[in-house]
């Protein structure tokens, strides 16, 4: 490992204290003068259509200032969501917002104003769209067939197959691919696991919910709001509030969780934008729990059938997936379509099929969330190996080795010319051995089936890889007459820490103190730079990236200031701790301070009055307005590529299981990771078991229920859509983990990202260990909470299938 | 006062949900205000329609020797009858009722056997009154609202031909019948359906099985029909015990009535006795 | 008109110091007055506005009610004892360790710091589609929603149901009936004193309330008589997260046991009917017995004849077996 001065060591993040004292500024703590509050009107039933709006006693009421309708917003392509809608097409839509001088006048109106609506055919279950004369979720279609909305119905499906839980797979799709020669493989299996899955859909919640607040001055609109990204939820703001970038300002420097459901957040963001303009103040529009509930987007379900075949020594040829997506009732989520990415990276197998279709349902839109279809991949598949390795009597750690990716491992969708991708690395085997030995795996294992009074204890492993990075952005620094260095940040203070930990890159490249260093985040008049999405666990290796290439762009203007004021060639120079001197003779330099006060005289590319040519548009318009203030370092991550970046994590999990009342306690969790060079422990610490607790609640407790006589949900509180606690998590002793720190062959310093990964070990461990404490425990579906449990045990037949969603 | 109870649905339609208990109390309120009525009319008129039909009551024939000492005017199997519904109607109002005016107790199992047994009682009564009994002498025939009128005209003094006095039943005895029909027909058809709402052994529950505004009627019609009884039964228990009443009364306990009563008010023409009529 | 949910509308609110000053309020507002103790339960209600009372009134500020006192060899608990007090105070856990562990297991820290004993006593059912506003028999309307063909009823009722299948949620509740507790109620008619299996009111008989108060009246204390203190306890909550979860069922018993014999024993479920259950048949089966797994099993059985379990709860009959069980053989919790 590289002797680095700041990577890898543990740190406080900038905004530790604003947080943990209160005095960070989230959307909601902001004001305006003559503000107003917004309230939203929101569908009673899973789809109609409004035939008319009586506002008349709400516009009479004092203190009400404006009403907006969807009739207000900038029209919007089908499948795509306005915000507001005269078609709500699920529970809970906001139909119109009402700004008054306070929140409760807000509600009063929207109490006073009458909605005449038109009930509307619905689905809340996929299945029940593809059923022959079923009901589709939206009157133009119920899924996409290559980018077009289509009608598809399964006339030639043996639906009581269905009704009793075993997927059909003859069924019409949407997708479907194969590598390899899946029937051969499953021809030559000794064993072939086939079984009927489900994952269910579930919410984002984020504590924060996804509240703004907009003013106009002078024709710009001025937003504060909750978002994952900066920049790039920037355009896209802009484009919802129907303006140009340049007359949005968008504020958004704390986050209080997104998930992947405020990657950009911003169809809710233009109705307070909107309902500002159309009053003449500013609107501040808070989200209530409940509302979040409903437009703060949702993992999608998937119904499937997967086949595995296994040589007798454990290795895969063969798998076979059928699914069905729950796509909500906008736009098209991807996760379906990830799973296969997973297993065929995840697994390696000799041959690969895949079909699917998302269907369009009356529930939540759908967003990404945490690991998008690779948290269901894992959860869905991770028991199903641990079967397969039981029944070949071979170690289920074992089992991961036999079949892991290593080095530029394939994976995916093949091209057209039956090429699939690769991975830049992976080391999944040297984190399985590490665990081995760190973890004590066979002295976990050996407790297996322990009793204790009525309590079994189970031990389960899963493997769970995810994309961790991209490439190609820009990287934006100055370093200023004050001696500080500058670093514009344009992703998004989500909460993890990566807007400073990428930040530090630059400071490693300039060997330089992280006190001397200010970030500069969250705020678009503040000139940041072409910047990843804040998702996609992207930017701890796209943004050491950019930081990096920044960081080196201004160390070679500083051995060339310095060469140029002290004479010799660059290459004499060296930068560190806040100079740049002589190798060899470090009081022969210039500190940072007098450096960039010469770059300020020398002017040019020096002090970014001239830039490279590569970057990005919005990079140079920040670089501008930048230009003079200092020696500037900006550039864009030309940095080798070697194939999509993903991390790897493996969970183990120690449950107890109370055979009389079918009771869970999650007794222990440890992981094990490949992600690349460690950049901040703590920060890692707190994505690996964060993500592992949220890959808990996956595994045992969050859902949504559905009433279908009416498509409506029941569980809308915390208390009945159950979220984990933090005493859900193990406390017995701290959860473990373990980091390689073995560097990813294609990133400056070796970073890979790590979020999402995270997730579906902690999942996969714990449905392995519960199946593990049960002998037998595979219930092929999420969340596995005691009824399920109990109805195994006493064998009572069951309230539903394994296919039945919503429940 | 309102009429009726809405709702919404959950879908925040409005919904029709049952009348208003504001009915309850009107009905109540009109029975007890009707009897204060009729306790006035008796004061003031009985005495003046006594000495009328003594001056002018006419005799429409048949003899004294021809009419059996006790006339059977309810077979036991009427009274059987009589009875056992007037136990449901009374079990059904008073767990109907009583609950929503503020003595609660465990209702809904006695309300639906009480409903089930006026069901079967009723059912019963419908095929004893076709075939086993003079059907149409219940029932309200064209005659008998001329006949109705000419009884106003003479009693408001007005020159009438000669009224002729009943057939088995007088004409409030019919009225009272058919409400006692249509409101009985109405809470059992509805009482019935309504069934399904509840844990039945025989059947799974379902509230789904007719629409909202179904269901709403349904229990509008139940309601109706119900508050109708509290009106109809504190009547009937009123003219029931009402002294120049009194016979009648007798005659649904014990079954017959005498010459002299069934000679002074019926028309032994209209109401035919045959010899052998006498009951034990 | 539509609805707004999580947004308080304007009411009076009314901050009494005295237990009289709360009654004369109550009784001056009757129907259109909300008693507020904890607002665990409250706040849902009032944030949703599926219930609108003109008056609140708070308890908060009575101190007279938030006490705990010897009284009569036995304890009382004024009604506005928070929850954690209940499960922290000393002779609580030393004579009636059956109430602390109940009060203990409620909702999660946070909320035993706020609720109050009397709370979760009188809190109303949490069957979700009552609360979230649907027109029910409990709201008034003519169904329960969650006893239809597609209904959703994991959580509901295996017992007892009458029309409306919700279930009782108090995790204190089925320990004091155990306890055989009495419940002091305050009102326009003076004092009088309920016994805890009493206190609840099922929907048979008033299928739009929990308990036996009337408008007026208000609960001012739990006695816990000095018959079962220092019984042998067993309290038992089954629930789908390690916290902030109401009980799918608990089960809660107190023993007597002299020479090996059980010579009297108290048993009571909740979270299963729509009052906390006293189960007769169960201690029928365990008194004057020696404490065998066959008379624990023996108990369980009994405990689940004639159930009727709705769609989605099938499973609340074995955790109800399983759980009277366990509380008989006295296991470990």
Known sequence: MADYKLIGKPYSIADLVAKVTGRAKYAEDFRADGMLFAKLLSSPMPHGRVRSIDTSAAEAMPGVEAILTADDLPPVDAPGEAGLTNEPMYEGEPILAVAAVDETTAANAIEAIRVDMEPLPFAVDPLDSLRPGGSNARLDGNTMVNRELANVKWDDVDWAAIDRGEMQTNGEVAEEWEVGDVEAGLAEADLVIDETVFHQSMGHQPLESRTSMAYWQNGKCYLHTSTQSTQRTHGAAARGIGIAPEDLVLVAEYCGGGFGSKIFGSIQMKIPALLSQKAGKPVMMRITRQEEHFIGRARPGLQGRVKIGFRRDGRITAMDMFFVQDGGPYGMSGDYVVVPDQSTLMYQPLSHRFRGISVYTNTPPRSPQRA?????????FSPLMQKAAKELGIDPLEMIRINAPAGQAKLGRPDENGEQGNVSSAFVVEAADLAEQTFDWQAMRARSGQRNGTRVTGVGVALSSFNAGAWGMDGLLTIRPDGKVYIQQGIGNLGTGSVFDTGRAAMEALKTDWDQAEVIWGDTSKHLPWSIVQAGSNTIHTHTRTNYAAGEDARRKLQEIAAGDLGGSPDDYDVADGRVFRRGARSSGLSFAQAARRAIELGGRFDGHELPEDINAVTTGAATA??????????????????????????????????????????????????????NPRGLAAQLHGGGIQGFSAALAQKWVYDRRWGLQVSKRFYTNRPPTILDVPHEQPMAWAAQDKPDPFNPMGAKGVGET????????????????????????????????????????????????HV | MELFQWGSNPWGQETLVRISWDLLYLAFWAGIAFILFHIAYAVVWLPRLARASASAGADAGGSATDVPARIVRHTSAARFFHWVMAAAMIALLITGFFPIVGIQFPWVTIHWISGVLLTISILYHIVHATFFLDFWSIWILPADLQEAWQRVRHQMGQETPAIRKHGKYPLDHKLYHLAVTVAGLAVIGTGLVMMLRIDGAL??????????????LMYVLHGLGSVLFVTLTLTHIYFAIRPEKLWITKSMIFGYVDRDRYLEHHDPQRWVVPRDSTEG | MAVIRDMMPAFQLFQPTTTDEALGLLDEYRERAWVLAGGLDSFDWLKDRVKRPAAVVDLGGIEALRAIRPAAGGLEIGAMTTLREVGRHADVRDRYGLLADAADLVASPQIRNQGTLGGNLTQDTRCWYYRDGWNCYRAGGTICYADTPTAMNREHCIIGASRCVAVNPSDTAPALVALDAEMEIQGGGGTRVVAAEDYFVGPDVDIMRMTVLEPGDLLTAVRLPETWAGARFYFEKSRDRQVWDFALASVASAVKIVNGTVEDVRIAVNGVAPTPLRLRASEDAVRGRQLTEEVAARAGEAAVQGVRPLHHNGFKVALLRNLVTRAVRGDEA
């Open chain 1, 626 to 679: 930048l230009a003079g203030l200092g020696l500037m370092g900006v550039a864009r991550d030309n940095y080798p590529t070697g194939g999509r970046v993903i991390s790897h994590a493996i969970g183990f999990a120690e449950v107890e299981v109370d055979v009389e009342t079918g009771a869970v306690v999650l007794k222990d969790y440890r992981v094990s990771t490949d992600v690349g060079t460690v950049i």
């Open chain 1, 758 to 805: 995270a997730e579906g070990a902690g999942s996969g461990a714990v449905l392995c260990a519960i199946a593990d404490a049960l002998g037998d425990g595979y219930f092929n579906r999420t969340p596995l909470q005691l009824d399920l449990i109990l109805t195994k045990i006493e064998q009572l037949p069951p309230a539903f299938s394994t296919l039945t969603a």
């Open chain 1, 372 to 380: 998008p279809g690779g948290l269901q991949a894992v959860s869905m």
């Open chain 2, 203 to 216: 059947w799974p529950r379902n509230p789904y099985f007719l629409s909202d505004a179904t269901w709403g």
